[in-house]
T-cell receptor
Framework: EAQVTQNPRYLITVTGKKLTVTCSQN?????MSWYRQDPGLGLRQIYY???????DKGDVPEGYKVSRKEKRNFPLILESPSPNQTSLYFC???????????????FGDGTRLSIL | GENVEQHPSTLSVQEGDSAVIKCTYS??????FPWYKQELGKGPQLIID?????GEKKDQRIAVTLNKTAKHFSLHITETQPEDSAVYFC????????????FGKGNQVVVIP
C-alpha cells in the first residue's frame, strides 16, 4: 500500500531534549515536505526537499533541522525543543517538486508533539 | 506571497443537502488548486484538484469550480452524508514554485443526520 509513515504518532517531552520525528514513503517520490498544523493557523511548511541531499527552508524553519540522505526518508530534528514547538506535525511527499506542473502531495497521519 | 482564505469557517448542513466552500487566492500566477479532507486523527487526504486550464472538475459527489478572473475556487459536495463531516482545506500553488502549497485555514463541515 502506498503510504507516508511517521513515527512516533505521539510524544510528550521536555524543553531542550533533542528529538527526531521520522518520515518514510514507499512511493519513490522525489519531493518530501514537513508541515506543522496549529489551531487557527492552518498548515505551514517547515522544510522541504526536492530530492536526495537537496533541502530548503519553508515558511517556519526556525528551531528545526532536516536531512535527506535517502530518497525514502526525511527526518525532522528538533535539536533543542521549546514549548512553542508543541504542535501537530505532518510529513508529505509527491512525485516531484521540479518543473511547472505541481504534483499532488500525499500526507502521513501526523505526529502530535507536546513539549513541556 | 500567496494568501488563501476560506469561507465560511464552519458549515452545518442536513444530510442529503449540498455543501459549498469557497476559497479566494491573491497570486494571479497560481495555477494549481487542490482540496484536502482531514478527518479526526488523520492526515489531510487529497480529494480533488484543479489546474487553471479548466473551469470545473467533477468526481462523483464532489466538484470544484475555478474562476480565475475573480481569483476564487469552490468545493461542492452534493447529497452530503455523515462521513463527509470533516475539516476541508483548500490550497494554491504557482508553477515552478518548488511545489509549495499555500493553505487556507480550513473549514469544519458538519453533516447533521
Amino acid at each position: 500500500e502506498a503510504q507516508v509513515t511517521q513515527n512516533p504518532r505521539y510524544l510528550i517531552t521536555v524543553t531542550g531534549k533533542k528529538l527526531t520525528v521520522t518520515c518514510s514513503q514507499n512511493m519513490n517520490h522525489e519531493y518530501m515536505s514537513w508541515y506543522r498544523q496549529d489551531p487557527g493557523l492552518g498548515l505551514r511548511q517547515i522544510y522541504y526537499s526536492m530530492n536526495v541531499e537537496v533541502t530548503d527552508k519553508g515558511d517556519v524553519p526556525e528551531g528545526y533541522k532536516v536531512s535527506r540522505k535517502e530518497k525514502r526518508n526525511f527526518p525532522l530534528i528538533l535539536e533543542s525543543p521549546s514549548p512553542n514547538q508543541t504542535s501537530l506535525y505532518f510529513c508529505a511527499s509527491s512525485l516531484r517538486g521540479t518543473g511547472g506542473d505541481n504534483q499532488p502531495q500525499h500526507f502521513g497521519d501526523g505526529t502530535r508533539l507536546s513539549i513541556l | 506571497g500567496e494568501n488563501v482564505e476560506q469561507h465560511p469557517s464552519t458549515l452545518s448542513v442536513q444530510e442529503g443537502d449540498s455543501a459549498v466552500i469557497k476559497c479566494t487566492y491573491s497570486d494571479s500566477a497560481s495555477n494549481y488548486f487542490p482540496w484536502y479532507k482531514q478527518e479526526l486523527g488523520k492526515g489531510p487526504q487529497l480529494i480533488i484538484d484543479i489546474r487553471s486550464n479548466v473551469g470545473e472538475k467533477k468526481d462523483q459527489r464532489i466538484a470544484v469550480t475555478l474562476n480565475k478572473t475573480a481569483k476564487h475556487f469552490s468545493l461542492h459536495i452534493t447529497e452530503t452524508q455523515p462521513e463527509d463531516s470533516a475539516v476541508y482545506f483548500c490550497a494554491a500553488a504557482r508553477p515552478y514554485g518548488n511545489n509549495r502549497l499555500a493553505f487556507g485555514k480550513g473549514n469544519q463541515v458538519v453533516v447533521i443526520p
